[in-house]
């Protein structure tokens, strides 16, 4: 198993049988693909959420509550990696729930690392609607929509019904959208 890792940790995890690693090694896994992302940062194949389910654990809570921090630091796609782990989790504990919400209204994280962290919330509709009506009220910059359109993509129509979504699609400043509401 190390060799893999050291070899290929990207491959290793997304067409690894994950169930199978120890916490150790998961862990192995996560900080060879981050150290692969910093010689090859745009190395990260999208929709593989699938690909990772069950690799989150809640006793890495604290683990992956650092690596996300480290990866909205190194502004690389190592961040959708850390982000499709934590949306494949059944479920996030309280601590790195904290951490991703911090970083969805820090105005500094870049839009496109911010609506990743959207997806990955699940659970959390309250907080989604409150970061939206924030847009909304101007309290929370969004002018190229991409929280927006992760935020209804999100909330409609269980929470973001079909009467009250034209309120939130008058707020976009683009007239092009593509997400699927």
Same mark, same amino acid.
């Given at each position: 198993?190390?060799?893999?890792?050291?070899?290929?940790?990207? *491959?290793?995890?997304?067409?690894?049988?994950?169930?199978?690693?120890? &916490? #150790?090694?998961?862990?192995?896994? @996560?900080?060879?693909?981050?150290?692969?992302?910093? !010689?090859?940062? *745009? =190395? *990260?194949? =999208?929709?593989?959420? +699938?690909? $990772?389910?069950?690799?989150?654990?809640?006793?890495? #809570?604290?683990?992956?509550?650092?690596? $996300?921090?480290?990866?909205?630091?190194?502004? !690389?796609?190592? &961040?959708? =990696?850390?982000?499709?782990? $934590?949306?494949?989790?059944? #479920?996030?504990?309280?601590?790195?729930?904290?951490?991703?919400?911090?970083? &969805?209204?820090?105005?500094? @994280?870049?839009?496109?690392?911010?609506?990743?962290?959207?997806?990955? /919330?699940?659970? #959390?509709?309250? =907080?989604?609607?409150? @970061?939206? !009506?924030?847009?909304?009220?101007?309290? +929370?910059?969004?002018?190229?929509?991409? $929280?927006?359109?992760? /935020? /209804? !993509?999100?909330?409609?129509?269980?929470?973001?019904?079909?009467?009250?979504?034209?309120?939130?699609?008058? /707020?976009?400043?683009?007239?092009?959208?593509?997400?699927?509401?």
């Amino acid at each position: 198993n190390t060799l893999l890792i050291q070899i290929d940790p990207y *491959y290793q995890a997304m067409h690894g049988d994950n169930s199978l690693f120890a &916490i #150790e090694q998961k862990k192995d896994i @996560v900080l060879s693909v981050r150290q692969y992302a910093e !010689n090859s940062p *745009y =190395f *990260y194949k =999208f929709n593989h959420s +699938l690909d $990772l389910q069950g690799f989150y654990d809640s006793r890495l #809570e604290e683990f992956f509550a650092a690596e $996300l921090q480290d990866a909205v630091r190194m502004q !690389n796609h190592y &961040i959708y =990696f850390i982000c499709a782990i $934590l949306k494949g989790a059944s #479920e996030l504990g309280d601590g790195i729930c904290s951490v991703i919400k911090e970083n &969805i209204i820090d105005s500094s @994280v870049a839009d496109y690392d911010r609506d990743n962290l959207i997806y990955a /919330l699940n659970d #959390e509709d309250d =907080f989604l609607l409150e @970061v939206l !009506n924030k847009i909304k009220d101007g309290e +929370l910059d969004d002018d190229n929509d991409h $929280l927006k359109e992760a /935020l /209804l !993509n999100k909330l409609y129509p269980d929470v973001v019904d079909s009467k009250s979504v034209i309120q939130y699609l008058q /707020l976009y400043h683009t007239t092009e959208r593509g997400g699927g509401i």
